[in-house]
């Protein structure tokens, strides 16, 4: 939108062609997401404080916790939405298919949370939106963006499979292309989902995670780059980076308000939209499994729900105290800043493994 205008004056104002620069406007994407969410989130925690839009805590966790949480509000990922939103639209190329991919998949699954928010707080309890319901509304977005994208971009590699470490290690998936994308967005948008119970918890990693695919999306899309660390080259997706900088940008500023003790929740509104559309990131630019690396504490979270869930069921017994596994910690009395600082440490060695692969082929 203002990237189009700004770079037409460039004929007549050198000094615009600056626009021109990928990097640049990825700068800017960070900066005017960081400052919307900075301006609108005081009068939106204000907003929902006066009209009780306030988050349902789960009662079968530690008392403190309980106690501490109780009347905070929720939907915060509104604060994060509305910023990445415009700020994509401020600075990508609207011509990209890509960046409309992403943005579509980014506001369905924050409808899709949205709807589940707002059945929590009517119900006046954490039972939002039956699981079915929510996992048939992931399911649908999820083939939505694959249809997107398979009849409306020029992807040549879109279901292929690379490896990280072995620059000749390619799969072609064939069929199974579809089941295989579509479990990655939905177990991306529920593990986010599932970290997202302490405060500030899950705002870090999907920064961190947001970051590195920035630099990753830049990489992919430049001829050079890709061909110096044998990755595959993939036209167009380098402006995805300006929509992974509106994230890093929102999320920092909404830190800023979730930093324990929270002011507000992300809630599903926030997490699933998040976790969905670093998921598609993935997809586009073929670093699926780069993201279970970068990503590996929301796998880490994920897997010890799954892990708690089996063993119930077959032995009656749990191994965890709670889970999700940050819920373990909790149970066991480390304090909430102890958990959540030890976690983003976790995160930030991950990203920086991830990021390694990149070289390491």
């Not at 700068?27 to 900075?38: A, E, M, R």
């Not at 008392?63 to 109780?70: A, C, E, L």
């Amino acid at each position: 939108m203002l990237y189009s205008l700004l770079l037409s004056l460039s004929e007549t104002y050198p000094g615009f062609f600056v626009f021109k620069f990928l990097t640049f406007r990825t700068g800017l994407s960070v900066g005017t997401s960081l400052i919307i969410s900075f301006l609108i989130g005081g009068p939106l925690i204000r907003s929902f404080s006066n009209n009780q839009i306030t988050g349902q805590i789960r009662r079968d966790g530690p008392i403190d916790h309980i106690i501490k949480k109780t009347g905070t509000p929720t939907m915060g990922g509104i604060i994060i939405i509305i910023s990445m939103t415009i700020s994509t639209l401020l600075w990508s190329d609207l011509n990209n298919i890509f960046i409309w991919t992403l943005i579509f998949i980014s506001l369905a699954l924050a409808l899709l949370g949205f709807i589940d928010d707002y059945l929590k707080i009517k119900k006046k309890n954490s039972q939002g939106l039956n699981s079915k319901f929510k996992f048939l509304g992931q399911l649908l977005v999820g083939i939505l963006t694959i249809l997107i994208l398979i009849n409306f971009s020029d992807h040549e590699y879109l279901d292929k499979l690379y490896f990280p470490f072995f620059k000749n290690l390619i799969i072609d998936l064939g069929i199974f292309f579809i089941p295989f994308v579509l479990f990655v967005i939905i177990g991306a948008s529920n593990a986010v989902n599932l970290t997202d119970g302490l405060d500030g918890l899950a705002t870090v990693p999907v920064m961190l995670v947001a970051l590195s695919f920035t630099l990753i999306c830049y990489l992919v899309g430049n001829v050079i780059f890709s061909d110096y660390l044998y990755i595959q080259f993939i036209p167009g997706v380098g402006e995805i980076s300006v929509f992974c900088g509106s994230i890093v940008g929102s999320c920092l500023g909404f830190l800023w308000y979730n930093a324990p003790p929270a002011k507000i929740f992300m809630g599903d509104t926030g997490s699933l939209s998040l976790g969905g559309s670093l998921a598609a990131v993935a997809v586009i630019v073929k670093h699926e499994i780069v993201l279970a690396i970068i990503g590996g504490l929301f796998v880490l979270e994920t897997v010890s729900v799954i892990i708690q869930v089996i063993s119930f069921k077959l032995t009656g017994k749990r191994v965890f105290m709670m889970a999700p596994i940050h819920h373990h910690f909790e149970k066991k009395g480390w304090p909430e800043s102890t958990i959540v600082i030890r976690f983003w440490i976790i995160a930030i060695i991950l990203a920086l493994i991830g990021l390694a692969t990149l070289k390491l082929r």
